[in-house]
């Protein structure tokens, strides 16, 4: 067991594709451990669909693994997110992290799609059933209330055979969610503090039900910066965490100063019960946006490489 820290993208902050997979080649050759790709399918701001971007990874990169953070079931069909699932992992040898949530109540999607939250998180506990049993059988049969399947097959299955299927949100139904069928918990915008409570609550709920999931499959994500809270880019990034987080001090979320400020919130995050990341770099363009790539790597890595989940 573990620390692993891999970077991840929110709003797509390039200027073009061309710059994207500049940092992707970047980010292979200086060994950070994955690429994470946040999900929106509706938004006036700009991000990349999830799967495509997963898919898009599997055929450009080597080494590097590749998750979404997270992808929302609940405004996609299972047995079709089961089947991409299954052939990225094919094709990437093995290198998908897939992460499952069902949406936020929030998001654009609801009112721009006529759909109703109400009853979503139900809807998303048969998906999710539906995707961890097309993963690894043979047949599939399933009576649900909002999904039926008869003697349904995918084929190829997924190349790892315990494909990981990490659930995020902290509220008590996705932490039951994550003790009855995940086999990893990524935080969203929770402080240390507040992840804490998370997975010992989660680890209580794995214990009731009979389950288990590895100590170092609890993970945090958060946006970081090599510079200073005066700068107009990490004020905008304040900003818009204000916006998304009505009442909430972006400085408890977000990481910025310099190495030494970094690497203190993922051992807060540590101490907290958290053994995998996922880091935003903030940046004003694409030069910066490699550059605080570059930084992570050559300051904060070093850090933790070969160190021992506690």
Same mark, same amino acid.
């Given at each position: 067991?573990?620390?692993?820290?891999?970077?991840?993208?929110?709003?797509?902050?390039?200027?073009?594709?061309?710059?994207?997979?500049?940092?992707?080649?970047?980010?292979?050759?200086?060994?950070?451990?994955?690429?994470?790709? *946040?999900?929106? /399918?509706?938004?006036? &701001?700009?991000?990349? +669909? %999830?799967? !495509? #971007?997963? $898919? @898009?990874?599997?055929?450009?990169?080597?080494?590097?693994?590749?998750?979404?953070?997270?992808?929302?079931?609940?405004?996609?069909?299972?047995?079709?997110?089961?089947?991409?699932?299954?052939?990225?992992?094919?094709?990437?040898?093995?290198?998908?992290?897939?992460?499952?949530?069902?949406?936020?109540?929030?998001?654009?999607?609801?009112?721009?799609?006529?759909?109703?939250?109400?009853?979503?998180?139900?809807?998303?506990?048969?998906?999710?059933?539906?995707?961890?049993?097309?993963?690894?059988?043979?047949?599939?049969?399933?009576?649900?209330?909002?999904?039926?399947?008869?003697?349904?097959?995918?084929?190829?299955?997924?190349?790892?055979?315990?494909?990981?299927?990490?659930?995020?949100?902290?509220?008590?139904?996705?932490?039951?969610?994550?003790?009855?069928?995940? *086999?990893?918990? /990524?935080?969203?915008? &929770?402080?240390?503090? +507040? %992840?804490? !409570? #998370?997975? $010992? @609550?989660?680890?209580?709920?794995?214990?009731?039900?009979?389950?288990?999931?590895?100590?170092?499959?609890?993970?945090?994500?958060?946006?970081?910066?090599?510079?200073?809270?005066?700068?107009?880019?990490?004020?905008?990034?304040?900003?818009?965490?204000?916006?998304?987080?009505?009442?909430?001090?972006?400085?408890?979320?977000?990481?910025?100063?310099?190495?030494?400020?970094?690497?203190?919130?993922?051992?807060?995050?540590?101490?907290?019960?958290?053994?995998?990341?996922?880091?935003?770099?903030?940046?004003?363009?694409?030069?910066?946006?490699?550059?605080?790539?570059?930084?992570?790597?050559?300051?904060?890595?070093?850090?933790?490489?070969?160190?021992?989940?506690?």
């Amino acid at each position: 067991m573990g620390i692993g820290i891999g970077v991840g993208l929110a709003e797509f902050p390039f200027s073009n594709a061309d710059a994207f997979w500049e940092w992707v080649e970047l980010c292979e050759a200086l060994g950070i451990d994955s690429v994470w790709q *946040t999900d929106r /399918l509706i938004s006036s &701001e700009p991000y990349l +669909e %999830v799967m !495509s #971007v997963m $898919a @898009a990874l599997a055929g450009r990169t080597k080494r590097l693994k590749f998750g979404m953070n997270v992808a929302s079931v609940g405004q996609r069909d299972p047995v079709v997110l089961a089947k991409e699932c299954a052939t990225i992992d094919v094709l990437s040898n093995g290198r998908l992290l897939p992460a499952f949530g069902i949406g936020s109540p929030a998001g654009a999607y609801w009112d721009a799609t006529g759909r109703v939250f109400k009853g979503i998180g139900k809807r998303s506990d048969e998906a999710l059933d539906v995707i961890a049993r097309l993963w690894r059988e043979e047949h599939v049969t399933y009576e649900g209330e909002f999904y039926q399947l008869k003697d349904a097959t995918i084929s190829p299955r997924p190349v790892q055979k315990r494909l990981p299927f990490w659930i995020g949100g902290s509220s008590k139904p996705a932490i039951r969610r994550t003790a009855r069928i995940g *086999t990893g918990w /990524l935080a969203g915008r &929770e402080t240390p503090a +507040e %992840v804490a !409570s #998370v997975v $010992a @609550a989660i680890k209580q709920a794995v214990k009731e039900a009979g389950r288990t999931i590895d100590e170092d499959h609890y993970g945090a994500s958060f946006h970081y910066r090599f510079g200073s809270w005066n700068e107009d880019v990490a004020e905008r990034q304040g900003r818009e965490f204000t916006a998304r987080s009505p009442g909430k001090d972006p400085r408890d979320h977000l990481a910025v100063g310099d190495a030494g400020d970094i690497i203190g919130r993922i051992e807060d995050y540590i101490g907290a019960g958290i053994a995998k990341f996922v880091l935003r770099p903030i940046g004003s363009d694409d030069a910066e946006i490699m550059a605080q790539t570059r930084l992570l790597a050559d300051e904060v890595l070093p850090a933790f490489a070969d160190r021992p989940f506690p």
